[in-house]
């Protein structure tokens, strides 16, 4: 399963209850459906930095970065390039 | 081509703060008969400009016999606190007393399991040492999240973001502060069959700058109309004392002192008084930006923390959602 796949299958799961894709677009932003919220991006960080073993830092916790789940699957691929 | 009227604190919060005053002591009576049927009004005094207020306002409405205050310090709390607050209670000359909570969150595990977080994010973390959470991001176009500031025995500063769990953990534990005391609040009103007062300001209210079920859970809010800097002109139209008049505004809450703004607004409460001003009355970035001295940028930052807030605590003041009316079985 691909980063993106697997980010977006815990964001359905954990955020929306459920394991239909199509309630996600992959380019859908967080902010913009009050999906997810300051406290919400704690719990995703948790998650990127358990999964994929990356650390983010403080200057990273960015909407460029972490804003849908196509922006996380490709900031996950810099930090492990 | 008219000109724009500069952005000012004086423009901004400018009231008739007698009228004001008579409107709220006649509102608050109006409360107490119509609404609530209650004989009086328990204040929760922590020293702070807003409770103080409320208590002076509550004893211009109701008179200083059937005002109640309760001054409810805990291991952390500050002297001068209490002092502030026994000064204001003899001021306005009410009925009052000081209970110390400290045993009653002693007793929940309050103050273990915020020491377990400090603990698990700095191993040394022991007897002799404080410490604070900071919230960061929100003004810098990152997303807000906070950092634990412990201080050590010699006085050296340790930071650390928290993570999820970490940071869910010391919130949770130290809204045990809040709720103990709302609980002791409750217990006097019941007693003395009178109404509480919740004491947040216009600020705090807006941006969910409370507990829920602890000091978001009240009556009646004769001052969450008020903006924070207009709270403090109320203090000094009624003459309260100087050293309320001039108290900083701190939560008192964490063994490390703490200003409100690096706990939760960002920017000294004038500044993001008028920053929710500006925001309210549809004032361009560019204009709250020379009001503050930033660029436009960073006052678009601040208008969507502002956003941010409001979407994130906006369940702290609503009823719980009931769930509609229930399928029939036909």
Redesign the interface.
Known sequence: MSAGEQVRQYILENFLFSTDTSLLGMDDSFLGR?LI???G???V??FL?ETFGIKVA??E???EN?DSVNRIAAFVARKKA | MMATKPLSAERAFALDYTAEADRIEARLREVLTKDLNRRGLVVAISGGIDSSVSAALAVRAVGPKRVYGLLLPERVSSPQSTHRGRLLATHLGIEHEVFDIAPALEALGCYARIDEVCKAVHPDYGAGWKNKIVLEGGLQGRYNHFKLVAQDPAGALHEARLEYRQYLQIVAATNFKQRVRKTMEYYHADRLNYAVVGTPNRLEYDQGFFVKNGDGSADVKPIAHLYKSQVYAMARFMKLPDEICNAIPTTDTYSLAQGQDEFYFGLPYAQMDLALWAYEHGESTATLGAALGISADAAKAVYADIEAKRRATKYLGGAPILMGCSVSAD
Do not use: A, H, I
Request: aromatic share 0%; net charge negative.
């Open positions: 009050g919220d300051s406290t991006m704690l719990e960080l948790l930095e403080d200057n916790m960015v909407p972490l």
